[in-house]
Structures are given as C-alpha cells and as structure tokens.
C-alpha cells in the first residue's frame, strides 16, 4: 500500500472527476469546446475545495495533443506529464505567492513570459494563494496580464479574492468555488473506503463529513488518519468518536431525555461523566445543539430524513424521532436557544463545567424566569402532563376543593341551604342538567335538591322536595291569586348557577347568570310596548303549529345545548351570537327557523358565514341535513315572558314548546303545595284554549324597535343596574370547586 495520503491518491484527473462544483466545470467544459478560452482566469473559494487542481485540469486539456479539449486524452505527453503521479510540465509553471509574492518576483516572472512555450500548445502560469501578492507585485504583473502574448495564460488560485486588487480581478473571468454539500461528499468518501476495502461502521462518514465542514482535502485528510488506524474489524462509530473528540451518542440521548423529563438528576450526572470523561465541554455544548437543532427540524418535519435534512444512521433517526415527541414545539425551541446562548458564553470562560451546569440549569428550570419563551416552554410541559396522565407520565392531580373549601355553599332555589353530597362540580352539573329535565330529580340522586322544577309557580314554598317527583299529569290551572307571587322571590347569591327563576325573570337566551335585584319578579314590560294581556298569554299543551319534528327524529329545541356546544368547537363567533341572540322558533321536519333578538343580529348570522358552521355542526354531529331559516323574533329573550311560564332555566324563551320557553303546562307539574287550595273552576283570564292560540304565533304587541348596541350599555347611575354576580375567578372557585393556577390578562 502507498504511503501517499489519500487525498493525493485520488487527485481528479478530469473535469468530470471534481465533486460538487458544476457550476464551474461545466462552463469551463462549453469554452474548452466552443475554443473561446480566456487569456486570465480567477478561481476563488474556500480551502480544499478544488481551485489548484481545476487550475491543472485546465491546464491539462489545453495542452493536450487532441485539444483544446474538455476531456483529455490521457496518452500525450503533456497529459502524462501533467497526470496525478506525473512529473510535471516544463511549459505549466506553479508559483506560490506567499514566497514569491514581491515585485521583484513579479519581474522576473514578466520578463520569462515573453518566452515561447518548450513543449507544448501554451505557456501556462498557475499562481497559488494569489491574494498573498503585493500591491507592487500586482501592479508589475499588470501590463501583462492585460495584454499577454497568444502562448501565454494566467490561472489565479486564491481563498480570499477581496484581496486581490480590482485591476487584475477586472481583467480575469472569475469563477467561485463552494464547499461540498454533505450529502455529495459523503458519498465520495464512501466510494474511496470501497476502493481502500477498509469497512466503516455506520454513523462513522457523516462524523467525518462534519469534521471536514465541506471540504474534500480535510475530510479526505481526517478519513486517512481513520483508516491508518483501522483494526481487523474497520473503522468503528466507537472508535470515530474518540480519536475525533465528538460526544458519544448516548450521552447526548440521556441529557436530552433528562430535558424531556425535567430530570435534573441525570443531566448533571451527564455533566459530570463529561469532566471526567476528559471531553471537551465547549464541545459537548456544540454537539448538543446540534442535536437540538435536528430534533426541532424533525418537530416541523417528520420525513425530514427522506428528503436529506438530517445526515444521521437509520437507527439514529428513529431515537430522534421518539424523542422529538416528547418535547412542545416551544420548549424545545427554547432550550435551543438557551443552548446557542450558553456556547457563545462559554468562549475564554474560566469554568467550563460551571457554564456547562448552568446551561442544563436553565433548561431544566423554565418557571425561573418569566420572558415568554419560558412560559410558552411551561404550558407545553402542563399539556404534555395532561395527555400522558393516564399512561402515568405525569401525576395527577388528587385534590378538587369542594364547595365547602371556600367557605361557601351552592345557593339555590331555597335560599342557601347547603349543597347535598356530591357537590361542587358534580353539584354545578346536575344543577345545569336539572334545568332543562323534564322532572325533578330526588335529592342527592344527580341533580341537587336546591334547584326548583320548572313548572313551579313564585308563590310555591322555597322548601326543597324530599321525594321523587310524581309521574306526569294532566296539569291544573292555578288560582288567579297564585299567579300573582305575594312577595318578592329571594334573590340568589351572587355568581349561583342559573336555577328556575321566577315568573317575569327570564333573560336572554345563553346569557350568563346574574344577581337577580329585590323586586326582579314582578315582570316589567319594555317601555316601547306595553305587556301583553294576561289573557292572550294561553297555557298549550300539545306541540305548537309550526313545530313539526319527524317522527323519530331529533328534535331541535331539545337538542339546541348540544348544538350550541358542537358549533361552539368549530368556531367561537357563531357560538356567542347563537348562544346570546338566537333561539329556535320553529321546526317542520326540514328547515330550522332561528329567531334572533333583531334584525342586525339577524343580518350579522347571514352575511358572516355563521349559516354553513351551524349546518355543518348538524351534518356532522347529529347526522341531519336541516335548511336554516334565520327571522326576527324579539320576544325570543327580551321579552319578558308570561306571568305563568316560569323561565326555562337560560336558554331562551319565546313561548315554544320542547324546553325553549315553554309553558309551565307543557312539562310535568310537581305536586302542588300543601298550603295551595285547589281550584274549583279555571279562573277567568286562564279559560283560553292551546289550539285557539298556537304558542309560534304570538298574540303580542307589535315588538318595539331594535335596540342598537349603543344605547343597550347601561349608564353607571342606572338605578337598576347591579355588579354584584360573582364572575370570572371567584366563580370558578365557588361553583365549579376548581383550583385557579394562575389567571392571565389580554390587556
């Protein structure tokens, strides 16, 4: 075996040869064919990437007998001489500049130019590390650069052109050469070791190409010194790492997993076998943050090996990618970042290990500090906590305060009685179940016994039932004194969930529960239209006309909770301004008929996309394919309702059957209090029929106008305006038994 180093041994011989440099040789190729080569040329890049030996090849097929020729022929003279092994033209002259750089050199060179070649076609001068020439040197070499004679060509070699001065650079063609992409060069070398029939483990040319950063002399100097040093079993990953003072892989796997896991343990325990190990620290933290950065390019792009992002072992890329998964977008952004910084830092630092620990400090630490990235870093680790709770990555939480840990009970219909067993959020649920059953449900059997039936009227005793609700009945109208309430309804505390109100107290439809003021039951009709008459306000019993839903099907005024929460999902803005201004006016099987508040309500449904989201919530939830008819209907919520209909617990009302500002007769009537007389006869004003009045068409005045949002902001001395609801934390706290972490501001 020849003792030449490899990169001598494998010299390119031909334009077809050199690697990773197309963009020079195939023109330098198209002039050598078209024979309009230039007198003076500039090759200029980084080092090892091909200038002196494209400055031969050139050389070679200019004086090659069959040429000027791309593609030398190998067999004359001067293509021997000028061969890889060959003993070098007297007519091709290679001069160092950096020993030869001065202007006497320069003269010397000048006055041996004007000589004719010995051998061969032209006379050739090959002027290497060109920018170490002086400015005096350059300006004797001017004149004839500028106007050489025909035999005679200039090949200019330099790392740094800037340095070359603008005279001569004016007078050349320049061509840049680049480094070698990684994957190009990892290929070659792999071509060489095949040659050499030395194997090399996997994972040991990409740390070679590293080590080379694109050029091929230094990549092909460092795979020399690994296959120098080969054993009988090749070159190994273990032995590559070692002798090119790169970290192993599984200390990078184990400090990377310790930043997944937020295990501190073991990332200084990494620190340490580093030190100990006798690594280089700074070159611990270079090669984490290589790591980092392809963990964060297989975040955004799973296949980012197929399409060569990554230069990395099949096997390599799957612990990548596993581990890829267990870190958030931003914390891993973060931690890369922490990583970039810390390596800057690291530079003269009189404490590697120390700069090395606080880096894994930092990382490991995010609730530390307080910039965004920080915080971004710890809701990824909270929602990576929640979607491996039940595989037991992350503890649970086993504390939910109830009701009682905040010195507080749930108010309801009675008047503050404590919450049952199974309160705080098990009590808030069935609380908001209840107000839309059609019975009462026992106490403490799902549904809290604070909450009032919805048939009850205001002058029903605030006591809570003790037993299970009667089976439905065909209702008894009340006294006409029973419909009056003999005092004003307790108000609920503040921020209580929404329970049957009071005749006259319904609000709008999904509003948010408020306090109800002293005298809230005593309905109050708006002041552009006098109340309806009690005695057009009918008590139906059967299903409205115009609310028709098919034989089997779903019906939409049962249904429109979950309706509301399934387009809630699929787009906020229709979810408020159904929930806030809409309720369902009617259904005949096929079309759904919306009522809204008042025609800008109505207008902003329509032009604003909101019709395709709610059909498509239907088709996709519900499986339906309803038409939506969108009208306006102002009783829906600002109306006040009837004096016997109590409200149907804040999703609308509107007078229509199916739970949606229904009647007290249309569900289920509890058993009328003890201290109630029964009726003997149906009052006066109650002796109307349900089919002589349908609930859809409503008997009412004509609604009083749309009110725009500017005027419906109530000034800060309205008598009747009242803040005192709970809202925002202390309603989570007190109705929901939820634990507030953390509250965050918009502003």
């Known amino acids: 075996m020849s003792s030449l180093a490899l990169y001598r041994r ?79 033209s007297i007519d091709v002259i290679e001069i160092d500049a950096a020993s030869h750089g001065g202007v006497d050199d320069a003269r010397e060179l000048r006055e041996k130019a004007f000589f004719g070649p010995a051998a061969s076609r032209y006379k050739i001068y090959i002027i290497d590390e060109a920018h170490m020439v002086t400015s005096a040197g350059f300006n004797a070499l001017l004149k004839v650069v500028e106007e050489p004679p025909e035999h005679l060509k ?86 590559a790492t070692s002798l090119l003072g790169y970290t192993e892989g599984s200390l990078l796997d184990s400090v990377v997993e310790a930043f997944a896991t937020g295990d501190g343990a073991a990332a200084f325990e990494v620190v340490d076998r580093i030190i100990e190990g006798g690594n280089d620290p700074r070159r611990f933290v270079a090669d984490l943050l290589e790591r980092l950065r392809d963990l964060v390019i297989l ?67 995010p609730a530390a500090y307080g910039d965004e990235r920080s915080v971004m870093a710890r809701l990824d ?27 507080g009970a749930m108010p309801g219909a009675t008047g503050g009685e404590p919450v049952p067993p199974g ?80 005749a006259g107290g ?46 089997g099907g779903p019906d939409p005024r049962m249904l429109w909770p979950n309706i509301l929460e399934a387009v809630k999902n699929r787009r906020r803005f229709t979810w408020i301004l159904l929930s806030q201004n809409a309720q369902v006016a009617g259904f005949d099987g096929t079309t759904l008929q919306l009522g809204f508040v008042n025609a800008g309500a109505r207008d902003n449904f329509a032009s604003s996309g909101s019709e395709d989201v709610l059909r498509q919530a239907l088709a996709e939830q519900f499986n339906v394919q309803w038409k939506v008819e969108a009208i306006v209907d102002p009783s829906g919520g600002s109306a006040p309702p009837s004096p016997a209909g109590p409200s149907n617990g804040g999703y609308g009302g509107g007078g229509t059957p199916g739970g949606y500002g229904n009647t007290a007769a ?3 009537a509890s058993p009328p209090p003890a201290t109630s007389p029964a009726p003997t006869s149906p009052p006066p004003t109650a002796q109307a029929t349900p089919s002589a009045a349908p609930v859809s068409q409503p008997t009412a005045p004509e609604p009083p106008p749309p009110v725009s949002p500017e005027d419906d902001i109530p000034e800060d001395d309205d008598p009747d305006l009242n803040e005192s609801a709970l809202s925002g934390h202390e309603l989570i706290v007190r109705e929901l038994g939820a634990t507030v972490m953390e509250e965050f501001s918009n502003e």
């Open 381 to 407: 680790r909270i929602e990576r906590g929640v979607n491996f709770s039940g595989g037991g990555a992350a503890p649970a939480m086993g504390y939910v305060p109830g009701p009682e840990a905040h010195g």
């Open 506 to 551: 319904g609000r709008r439809p999904g509003g948010w529960p408020t306090a109800t003021p002293a005298g809230a039951g005593q309905p109050t009709p708006p002041a552009a239209a006098p109340a309806p008459p009690p005695a057009a306000t009918p008590q139906p019993t059967a299903p409205a006309a115009g609310h028709v839903p098919p034989s």
């Open 299 to 365: 975040a955004a792009v799973p296949d980012a090996a197929e399409k060569g992002l990554i230069d990395a072992p099949a096997d390599v890329i799957e612990r990548m990618q596993a581990q890829a998964g267990t870190f958030g977008a931003a914390e891993l952004s973060r931690a890369a970042d922490l990583v970039n910084e810390g390596l800057t830092e690291m530079r003269g630092a009189n404490s590697p290990r120390l700069q090395l620990e606080l880096i894994c400090a930092r990382v490991l630490l």
């Open 154 to 239: 200039f090949i200019f070699a330099t790392t740094e052109p800037e340095k070359v001065i603008g005279t001569i650079r004016s007078r050349t063609h320049h061509y840049p050469f680049r480094l070698v992409p990684p994957g190009t060069l990892r290929e070659y070398l792999g071509e060489v070791c095949g040659k050499e029939e030395i194997p090399v483990e996997d994972g040991v040319l990409p740390l070679v190409v590293r080590a080379g950063q694109g050029s091929v002399r230094d990549s092909m100097s460092v795979m020399d010194q690994l296959l120098a040093g080969a054993g009988a079993d090749g070159v190994t990953y273990a032995m």
């Open 423 to 502: 309160g705080g959020p098990a009590a808030a649920r069935a609380a908001v179940r209840a107000s839309g059953a059609p019975s009462v449900a026992p106490a403490g059997q799902g549904a809290p016994a604070a909450v009032e039936p919805p048939a009850r009227t205001p002058a029903a005793p605030a006591a809570a039932p003790t037993e299970p609700a009667a089976p439905a009945a065909p209702p008894a109208p009340a006294p006409a004194a029973a419909q009056q309430p003999q005092s004003p309804p307790s108000a609920p505390a503040p921020g209580a969930w929404p329970t049957a109100a009071p």
């Open 10 to 88: 494998y010299r390119p011989e031909s334009f077809a040869e050199v690697i990773g440099q197309e963009h020079v040789t195939d023109p330098l190729q198209q002039a050598l064919r078209n024979n309009r080569v230039n007198h003076a040329y500039l090759f200029s890049g980084p080092r090892g990437c091909g200038k002196t030996t494209s400055a031969r090849i050139l050389a070679r097929c200019l004086n090659c007998e069959q040429g000027p020729t791309p593609t030398p022929c190998g067999e004359c003279q001067s293509c021997r001489d000028l061969a890889r092994n060959g003993p070098g």
């Open 666 to 668: 249309q569900r289920p």
